[in-house]
């Protein structure tokens, strides 16, 4: 998974940012071992064991299905930690502080 450090100087504490985005590869990784758990600890009927493994084949390395899917996670991974960062701004000697990601 790509990670990127940033630093920044905010007086003498060290400032450090996370950009995290997927690949297909690892958002192929993820949809396996989340629906290989499904199967083997979800108590489901065989037919729903059936459309789990269906679904996941769909999705195999160099479809368009999984290409549309690692699109998707990494849209709703970038929202949900947007959600819940607190953001910081510099504006004419002023600091501007978000809430949960969002300006006021």
Do not use: C, Y
């Amino acid at each position: 998974m790509p990670i990127t450090r940033l630093r920044g100087s905010m007086g003498d504490s060290e400032e450090q940012r996370m950009n995290v985005v997927l690949n297909t590869d690892e958002t192929h990784l993820l949809l396996t071992l989340i629906s290989s758990q499904l199967i083997d600890f979800a108590e489901l009927s065989d037919e729903g064991q059936k459309l789990v493994q269906d679904w996941r084949r769909v999705r195999s390395p160099g479809s368009s299905e999984l290409d549309t899917l690692t699109v998707a996670v990494n849209e709703r991974l970038g929202n949900h930690i947007d959600e819940r960062t607190t953001r910081m701004m510099r504006t004419k000697g002023k600091l501007k502080v978000s809430e949960r990601g969002r300006w006021s």
